[in-house]
T-cell receptor
Framework: SQKIEQNSEALNIQEGKTATLTCNYT??????LQWYRQDPGRGPVFLLL?????KEKRKERLKVTFDTTLKQSLFHITASQPADSATYLC??????????FGPGTSLSVIP | DVKVTQSSRYLVKRTGEKVFLECVQD?????MFWYRQDPGLGLRLIYF???????EKGDIPEGYSVSREKKERFSLILESASTNQTSMYLC?????????????FGPGTRLTVL
């Protein structure tokens, strides 16, 4: 069956460390993968998009990797800050334009 | 900045009531979407629209209908609300190609059906 999973429901890390979130999928053929941030009581906000033929994408303190062999994307936040605390969603966009969201990972950055 | 607004942040309705959720975007986007978000399940697509008066079913359309009479407005209708429709409802819009473009989300409507 087709499935998207994100690592452990909640992730706690110390301020200044690198947070690494995972997004694993099965039985999809993704053309793109997006990462969104969602704060409590708000809608998701787009962060980064990576294409299937790209290995890595960076934006300021954010880095995304995409490994279609492992069927996995990693999302890194370097030098994490308490303001980075939020839920992060990955979204797969298949080659036939279907968008599938993962359940999200709640990140808490502890001062 | 793109702005997507939803008519209500919180809504409480009774079983069997007809419920209207309104969404408006101000960026002339072609595509609009309605999702529901439940803990552990992620966002699930209910319906989307790629043009005025055009609509397509998403993954969970049962119990819902939609209306898009104007480009900027996309309405979600619960014909007869049931308790299993208690959820967070999120509207989104995008300029191009359904999912390939960035989706801009509204703040969400937390609907409780008693």
């Amino acid at each position: 069956s087709q499935k998207i999973e994100q690592n452990s429901e909640a992730l706690n890390i110390q301020e200044g460390k690198t947070a690494t979130l995972t997004c694993n999928y099965t039985n999809y053929s993704p053309a793109y993968l997006q990462w969104y941030r969602q704060d409590p009581g708000r809608g998701p906000v787009f962060l980064l998009l990576i294409r299937e033929n790209e290995k890595e994408k960076r934006k300021e303190r954010l880095k995304v990797t995409f490994d279609t062999t492992l069927k996995q994307s990693l999302f890194h936040i370097t030098a994490s800050q308490p303001a980075d605390s939020a839920t992060y969603l990955c979204a797969l966009i298949t080659s036939y334009d279907k968008v599938i969201f993962g359940p999200g990972t709640s990140l808490s950055v502890i001062p | 900045d793109v702005k997507v607004t939803q008519s209500s942040r919180y809504l409480v309705k009774r079983t069997g009531e007809k419920v209207f959720l309104e969404c408006v975007q101000d960026m002339d986007h072609e595509n609009m979407f309605w999702y529901r978000q439940d803990p552990g399940l992620g966002l699930r697509l209910i319906y989307f629209s790629y043009d005025v008066k055009m609509k397509e079913k998403g993954d969970i359309p049962e119990g819902y209908s939609v209306s898009r009479e104007k480009k900027e407005r996309f309405s979600l209708i619960l014909e007869s609300a049931s308790t299993n429709q208690t959820s967070m409802y999120l509207c989104a819009s995008s300029l191009w190609d359904r999912g390939r473009d960035t989706q801009y989300f509204g703040p969400g409507t937390r609907l409780t059906v008693l």
